[in-house]
């Protein structure tokens, strides 16, 4: 069981927007920056975002990010059949002094 | 371009030692860390340790014990040991580049599959 919280799966219908969440503590995303990461079947992890918020160049603008607290979403507007992966969110953890990854939610585009 | 690829045996046997090299090319080892990553098949990422360019390094506590990273920064690499293997290390392993205060990984070497068997 992950230290970072994440949903399993997450749908939605094309054009539609999805939000995946990311759960942690204080030690982790309460103190430190968290990163996304999008990974299609048989393929590299890319990073979607880092630094709660920013994008790397070449990740269009219907991906974005936010942090609250203990907790980080990961927002996706105009949803494609091509998005439909798994996504990770990252972060180090203060305390356990490790990078932790949730256990990454699967995106259907129905 | 930042470029990461792993190199290593696809097959080990079980209670042996794991080696795997990562060779960056593209840019310079100083001012980043840098990481392995694993990922058991059809599981999620975990983080392994990473390495900077002045040789320290730092592991996820669970496998402290069995793991040694080294980097090797005049020839532009970095290497992961991983010792008394069992099946539950069988894994696709990735290099990536690591930054340090905003804690992402930006740069992925394509994987490479290690299967633990006899």
């Known amino acids: 069981q992950s230290v970072l919280t994440q949903p399993p799966s997450v749908s939605a219908a094309p054009g539609q927007k999805v939000t995946i969440s990311c759960s942690g503590s204080?030690?982790?995303?309460?103190?430190?920056?968290v990163s996304w990461y999008q990974q299609f079947p048989g393929t590299v992890p890319k990073l979607l975002i880092y630094?709660?918020?920013k994008r790397p160049s070449g990740i269009p603008d219907r991906f974005s990010g936010s942090r609250s607290g203990t907790s980080a979403t990961l927002d996706i507007t105009g949803l494609q059949t091509g998005d439909e992966a798994d996504y990770y969110c990252?972060?180090?953890?203060?305390?356990?002094?490790?990078?932790?990854f949730g256990g990454g939610t699967k995106l259907t585009v129905l | 371009q930042v470029q990461l690829q792993e190199s290593g045996p696809g097959l080990v046997k079980p209670s042996e030692t794991l080696s795997l090299t990562c060779r960056v090319s593209?840019?310079?080892?100083?001012?980043?860390?840098w990481s392995w990553i694993r990922q058991p098949p059809g599981k999620g990422l975990e983080w392994i340790g990473y390495?900077?360019?002045?040789?320290?390094?730092a592991y996820k506590p669970s496998l402290k014990s069995r793991v040694t990273i080294s980097i090797d920064s005049s020839n532009n690499q970095f290497s992961l040991k991983l010792s008394s293997v069992t099946a539950a290390d069988t894994a696709v392993f990735y290099c990536?580049?690591?930054?340090?205060?905003?804690?992402?990984?930006?740069?992925w070497g394509p994987g490479t599959l290690v299967t633990v068997s006899s």
């Open positions: 990536a580049r690591h930054h340090f205060w905003s804690g992402h990984h930006d740069y």
């Open positions: 593209g840019d310079s080892m100083r001012n980043y860390h």
């Open positions: 390495i900077g360019y002045t040789g320290i390094a």
């Open positions: 204080s030690s982790n995303i309460g103190d430190n920056h």
């Open positions: 630094d709660n918020n």
């Open positions: 990252g972060a180090w953890d203060s305390s356990l002094r490790e990078v932790l």
